[in-house]
């Protein structure tokens, strides 16, 4: 723990107890189950490498769709298609490398599990760890209305809303708040954690039991709600490239805001901030 | 300089334990004890998914302006070999669909039998375990009536459906699909064994003469060019013992998700 115990180049600090062991556990649970989830998931599409609107696939008409074609030099050229704009992505999309040799694929090996092609076992993988995803989810929420986390540092309120604008530019050049105020999550914190975990989340896992026939007979209002079958799944989708944006930007965000005390709160709970006349 | 050392410290031991737990991923997705360990999800899905939904719920059935031009075929487009090409060149004349195992009066039926009995029509959407969904409109005879025909004994817990297609590569071992459904969705008033489609006699692509539409499960679940309908205790002793072709290349046997 000694390399980590003084923050970046701040000579004076304060610890303060800021995550508490459940925000804790729940995050890195949550982190792990994640990753699983959105691979075995890209394992899933790429057994159908397309997404439609409505109750079925209009094969014709993909939103968007990954598919191979074969040039006349007869190489493999990956084309992703969205409605009706097409792009070469060879190597990423609809065509990539595996031992060497280009072969037609949605999303490449490195990003699906298992990383060969295997429905039965992203399946295996997705639905196994769906559980966990939402009982580490209910376990979160439930936690967070008990403690009051929820309220306190969690809703946007007014006068957060309020702050939207300043924050905003705050944010685009970079500047953080420091001491105590580093200490209550700014407006679009709060707007970016309430709205991963409290809309996208259940998005996610709503849209996720929507593709089930089965749960369909038992709640038609779910296909009523997401506008059909095809339709949940595109919703599933985006919402897990929401996920992977909410991900890039977290990552980006804690790296420039000081990754060691970050890393070192969310690790140990505490976080050091600049002591009062600092 | 040292802080620099130590994210960067940080950042490669990130990657590196990342690309070290996707290698343990891989190789738990290829052990059979990694991949049974991991089915549990599904056994509780089962479960959950059974208390959510009963005997009765039924599928949401659409109307005819939703059906597709074209039913998207899936899997054995032509069962190979000659006996059932004499079939199909037959009009299917002789086919038989045998009715057996744990049953008081096992029986064949023949498909004017089958067209005898009372039949369901349903338009449904077919959906597959790739992801896709499509909408026919399937006519058939409830499995439920068959079974009451035959009046499956106490102890009959599953209905395993033995077809035609030979999913080996090139016919020398053969390895018939065959698949099986427990009681509840085998009695479901959407389960048919259906031998029309859109109106017409089911087209071989889709498992002509006769298969079976089972509504609230995924479309391997619907074993195509039924031969046999055999009502078992368990399927842990037949073929690969997980209750299906696809089931013993590892898909889940609980197919409603």
Request: hydrophobic residues 45%; proline residues 5%; glycine residues 8%.
């Amino acid at each position: 723990m000694a390399f980590l115990s003084h923050a970046e180049d701040v000579p004076e600090t304060r610890l303060v107890y800021r995550h508490t062991l459940w925000v804790r556990i729940a995050h890195w649970v949550n982190a792990g189950v994640l990753l699983i989830m959105l691979m075995s998931g890209l394992q899933i599409f790429n057994a159908h490498p397309a997404l439609y609107w409505g109750a079925t696939s209009d094969f014709d008409n993909p939103i968007l769709s990954m598919t191979a074609i074969q040039t006349q030099t007869g190489e493999i050229r990956g084309i992703t298609q969205i409605g009706s704009a097409r792009f070469d992505t060879t190597g990423v999309f609809g065509a990539s490398e595996i031992f060497g040799q280009v072969v037609p694929r949605g999303f490449p090996a490195w990003a699906t599990l298992p990383s060969w092609r295997s429905l039965a076992s992203g399946r295996q993988w997705h639905f196994f760890f769906a559980w966990l995803f939402v009982f580490n989810g209910l376990a979160f929420a439930i936690y967070a209305f008990a403690s009051r986390h929820f309220g306190r540092d969690l809703l946007p309120k007014k006068r957060d809303l309020k702050n939207l604008p300043k924050d905003f530019v705050d944010h685009l050049r970079l500047r953080f708040p420091k001491g105590e105020e580093a200490l209550h999550y700014n407006v679009l914190q709060k707007l970016a954690y309430f709205t991963v975990i409290f809309i996208l989340g259940p998005l996610i896992v709503l849209t996720g039991l929507t593709m089930s026939p089965t749960m369909d007979t038992a709640f038609p209002e779910l296909l009523f709600i997401f506008g059909g079958r095809q339709s949940a799944r595109t919703i599933h989708f985006l919402c897990a490239f929401g996920f992977v944006i909410f991900f890039v930007v977290h990552i980006v965000m804690v790296i420039l805001s000081g990754p060691l005390n970050n890393l070192r709160a969310i690790v140990t709970g505490c976080y050091g901030i600049e002591a009062k006349d600092g | 300089m040292a802080d620099a050392n130590r994210r960067n410290f940080l950042t490669r031991l990130a990657v590196g334990t990342g690309a070290a737990v996707l290698a343990g991923c891989d190789k738990i997705s290829q052990s059979a004890s990694g991949s049974d360990f991991l089915k549990k999800g599904s056994d509780l899905a089962y479960k959950v998914q059974r208390l959510f939904a009963g005997r009765e719920a039924l599928a949401p059935e659409f109307s005819k302006a939703d059906i597709a031009p074209v039913f998207r075929p899936n899997g054995t487009l032509y069962p190979m070999g000659e006996a059932y090409k004499a079939h199909a060149a037959d009009n299917f004349r002789d086919w038989r669909v045998k009715v057996g195992g744990l049953v008081e009066h096992p029986f064949e039926l023949s498909l004017p039998d089958l067209r005898a009995l009372p039949s369901r029509t349903q338009i449904t959407r077919h959906d597959c375990v790739e992801g896709w969904s499509c909408i026919g409109e399937w006519t058939g005879t409830p499995l439920r009536l068959v079974l009451a025909k035959a009046k499956p004994k106490d102890n009959a817990r599953f209905v395993l459906f033995h077809c035609a297609d030979d999913m080996s590569r090139d016919g020398l071992q053969p390895q018939l699909y065959y698949e099986s459904l427990d009681l509840v969705e085998a009695l479901h008033p959407q389960t048919i064994l259906a031998y029309d489609l859109n109106g017409q006699p089911l087209p071989i692509a889709n498992g002509a003469p006769v298969r079976l539409r089972a509504e609230r499960q995924l479309g391997y679940k619907m074993a195509k060019y039924v031969t046999g309908i055999e009502l078992v205790e368990s399927f842990a002793d037949i073929r690969g013992g997980n209750g299906g072709y696809w089931e013993d290349q590892g898909y889940t046997w609980w197919a409603g998700i």
